[in-house]
């Protein structure tokens, strides 16, 4: 009987497929929400707009799809307070432009026919945005051992 209800409940084909690719890409996203902790923790806790570990929220399904736009609105809050405290000059609120974009273009990726071309200038944002990030967390780790 306990035999039956787990080979109902076993995945087939397609769907093995399918989780196979989400687990897939869930490594990148968890890379990418490693970057962002980490940049959270360089900058100096009068500086944050949050919390590093609240980053991990965007692991949360149908959550993310606003969490996104805070945790890109408070990591530029957060590097541009980082940048002014330690006399670095920068365009203000850094990166959020583009991290908008991102959130933008990955919500509008799932308009019917040109969904496809969205998400492909979405990912391309999102990796952007990702180096960026990584760029601003480096020159902070920099400045703050020099």
Request: glycine fraction near 4%; charge should be positive.
């Amino acid at each position: 009987m306990i035999a039956s209800i787990f080979a109902m409940m076993s995945p087939s084909g397609p769907e093995l497929i399918i989780i196979f690719f989400l687990l897939i890409s869930l490594i990148p996203l968890i890379f990418f929400l490693l970057t962002l902790q980490k940049c959270l923790e360089r900058c100096d806790p009068l500086s944050r707009a949050m919390n590093p570990s609240q980053v991990w929220l965007m692991l949360i399904p149908f959550f993310n799809l606003i969490w996104q736009f805070i945790v890109v609105s408070r990591i530029a809050t957060s590097l541009d307070n980082e940048f002014k405290r330690r006399n670095i000059i920068k365009e203000p609120n850094p990166g959020k432009s583009l991290g908008i974009a991102w959130c933008v273009l990955g919500l509008c990726s799932i308009i019917p026919t040109i969904g496809t071309v969205i998400f492909i200038i979405g990912l391309i944002c999102w990796i952007v945005y990702w180096t960026k990030i990584a760029s601003y967390s480096s020159e902070i780790a920099t400045q703050f051992s020099t």
